[in-house]
């Protein structure tokens, strides 16, 4: 009897701890929710407009670097409608450009003097980034969808930007604008001119993002896509080596599935 009596005070506050840290652990998934995240990004650093990095007839190709990007968030629901996201995301963004340009302006590194160069060149951009974002949900009642809107910053990590002039002519510079009666050489595929601005590519990102998540098969389940675009010159200010600024503009595609 005396077993009995020790085993049930031992067992009845063991089952009501138990009891509480289950009605705690809901109380929290009421509340908030856990996401993991994967997908890809495409996208990369682009000028405001076209026509200042090309030109009105120039023809480009562009072929993405896609990899996989991963990430974790933490949610907080107000309401069935309502509910503000704080995400971490490793991501790479790159692209590989071929284009014919006719009047591309830019810092001869070797020479420290601006120069043009019209023909064909070749561009390489690499970014591999932290992200860290904020952003609120907005969800409609019916059919699982909800909108995004928020803000990001990211760090880069060992970012690469190379531009190789191909095939073509290079001329000088005055006042901003091309001298095409100043040759300045030829370049041929034999000796492209080769300039790496890596070392002088900005390391940070602030910016905001927009986007929509459908749910699919599972309430946890969720596809979503986003489009981000930063504020910041790629460059760093005290090393502008290119006629105009250029910014990260980036669409993102991600599978989601929150613990709740």
């Known amino acids: 009897m005396k077993k009995i009596i020790l085993i049930t005070a031992l067992f009845v506050p063991s089952i009501y701890v138990m009891a509480e840290g289950s009605r705690e652990k809901r109380t929290f998934f009421d509340k908030f929710s ?53 995400e971490s995301f490793y991501r790479f963004v790159g692209l ?25 060149a070749h561009m390489e951009m690499a970014f591999p980034m932290f992200e860290f974002a904020l952003y609120g ?50 370049i041929s595929p034999d000796d492209p001119f080769t300039q790496d601005f890596s070392d002088a590519m900005s390391r940070w990102d602030l910016g905001i993002l927009v986007g929509y998540e459908q749910r699919l098969f599972f309430p946890q389940l969720f596809i979503s896509g986003r489009l981000a675009m930063g504020f910041n010159d790629i460059f760093h200010p005290d090393s502008r080596y290119l006629a105009f600024k250029m910014q990260h503009v980036r669409a993102s595609l991600a599978l989601s599935y929150h613990f709740r």
């Open 34 to 86: 856990v996401g993991v995240h994967t997908g890809i990004d495409i996208g990369g650093a682009m000028p405001l407009s076209i026509s200042d990095a090309l030109g009105s007839d120039d023809k480009v190709n562009v072929t993405p670097r896609v990899r996989p990007a991963i990430g974790l968030s933490l949610t907080k629901h107000f309401n069935d409608r309502w509910s503000l996201s704080l």
């Open 137 to 186: 949900r907005y969800a409609f009642e019916n059919f699982g969808g909800r909108v995004i809107l928020g803000a990001f910053y990211s760090r880069n990590v060992n970012p690469r930007f190379i531009a190789e002039p191909r095939k073509g002519m290079l001329f000088g510079v005055i006042d901003g604008r091309p001298n095409f009666n100043d040759p300045g050489g030829i």
């Open 96 to 120: 590989d450009i071929t284009t014919r340009v006719q009047e591309q302006i830019f810092v001869d590194r070797e020479e420290d003097v601006w120069v043009a160069f019209r023909g064909t």
